[in-house]
């Protein structure tokens, strides 16, 4: 079965340290993205990728970090200096053009 | 930043009845997607109508485009108790479809 799997999908951790969200596709689409969601709200963009080792800042990348060192994986770092990172992460990924976006169901982060 | 904006915010309506979402947004597009949201969950894509289209169907769903006044809705007919979601509006712009731009969402209860 081809999709997206966003790992884990509960996560806590300590203010001060770094956590790493994990997001793998099998569906061989060239573009993944990640976005975050807070409560009652639409989503903003933080990173994406078009293609493998080459990514483009979204619209709140601070204090957030990724890597696409293979087409089918795109971690999101989330550092110490993102100032209120908890929140509902939200990874997808889509053909070339302007195929729709396929997502996983989420990483709920709570840091405290 | 949002590009797209929902309205209503919220909606209730009895099973049987239809629901109308309506989504406004700033720029010049080359197509508005619609989304739908379970609590919880990741997006699911419902429905893609490109900026040289007016009107879209899709099963029980029906999108309309108006780009000179900037603004698209979408229509659920004979709304089901599992109609029940978050439903989201994105846009690509015409300069740059690298990215979808969120709007803020419509929550959709459907009553049995």
């Known amino acids: 079965d081809g999709g997206i799997t966003q790992s884990p999908k509960y996560l806590f951790r300590k203010e001060g340290q770094n956590v790493t969200l994990s997001c793998e596709q099998n569906?061989?689409?060239?573009?993944m993205y990640w976005y975050r969601q807070d409560p009652g709200q639409g989503l903003r963009l933080i990173y994406y990728s078009q293609i493998v080792n080459d990514f483009q800042k979204g619209d709140i990348a601070e204090g957030y970090s990724v890597s696409r060192e293979k087409k089918e994986s795109f971690p999101l770092t989330v550092t110490s200096a993102q100032k209120n990172p908890t929140a509902f992460y939200l990874c997808?990924?889509?053909?070339?053009?302007?195929?729709?976006?396929?997502f996983g169901n989420g990483t709920r982060l709570t840091v405290t | 930043s949002q590009q797209g904006e929902e309205d209503p915010q919220a909606l209730s309506i009895q099973e049987g009845e239809n629901a109308t979402m309506n989504c406004s947004y700033k720029?010049?597009?080359?197509?508005l997607q619609w989304y739908r949201q379970n609590s919880g969950r990741g997006l699911v894509h419902l429905i893609l109508i490109r900026s040289n289209e007016r009107e879209k169907h899709s099963g029980r769903l029906r999108v309309t485009l108006d780009t000179s006044k900037k603004s698209s809705s979408l229509l659920i007919t004979a709304s089901r108790a599992a109609d029940t979601a978050s439903y989201f509006c994105a846009t690509a712009r015409s300069y740059n479809t690298d990215k979808l731009i969120f709007g803020t969402g419509t929550r959709l209860q459907v009553f049995p």
């Open positions: 997808a990924s889509s053909a070339q053009g302007d195929s729709p976006l396929h």
């Open positions: 720029t010049s597009i080359n197509n």
């Open positions: 569906l061989n689409h060239d573009a």
